[in-house]
């Protein structure tokens, strides 16, 4: 099968000469039915609204949360007789020679000076409080 090199056999055809007449209209139609047969839809794919809404609720939680934690703690205070009465009753709860030893002269001279002690009310304490008799007879 030879090739020949001056092929008079044209694989191109010439269009009519009433081809560029309707050219834009051919095109056109043909725009029109490509965008009615695929286009497709719109689909949004974030919701921007609801994403807005979810962190305003989530800031009013977090606001919330943090004020309701600092109104907690403030009512979370013990009075002297509930850790009086703690240590009464747990008698196992013991304070080591360590915890002694690891004050010096002066955390003693600072305590001294920030406590205020009023002899009545020492003898009242000590009066209601302990129990003389067992220190007494030992």
């Known amino acids: 099968m030879e090739r020949d090199p001056f092929n008079n056999n044209k694989p191109f055809k010439m269009p009519s000469e009433q081809y ?26 974030k919701n921007k609204r609801k994403y807005f809404f979810m962190a305003i609720a989530a800031s009013l939680l977090l606001i919330l949360g ?15 007789d509930d850790l009086q009465e703690y240590l009464q009753y747990n008698t196992h709860i013991g304070v080591s020679s360590e915890f002694f030893n690891s004050f010096d002269q002066e955390d003693i001279l600072d305590l001294e000076r920030s406590i205020q002690i009023n002899s009545g009310e020492l003898n009242d304490y000590v009066l ?7 220190y007494l007879n030992d």
């Open 66 to 80: 943090v004020q309701i934690i600092y109104t907690l703690q403030g009512e979370n205070t013990f009075s002297n």
């Open 128 to 134: 209601t409080n302990l129990q003389l008799e067992y």
């Open 20 to 45: 560029f007449e309707d050219f834009q209209k051919r095109i056109s139609l043909k725009l029109d039915l490509e965008k009615q047969v695929t286009s497709p839809k719109i689909v949004k794919l």
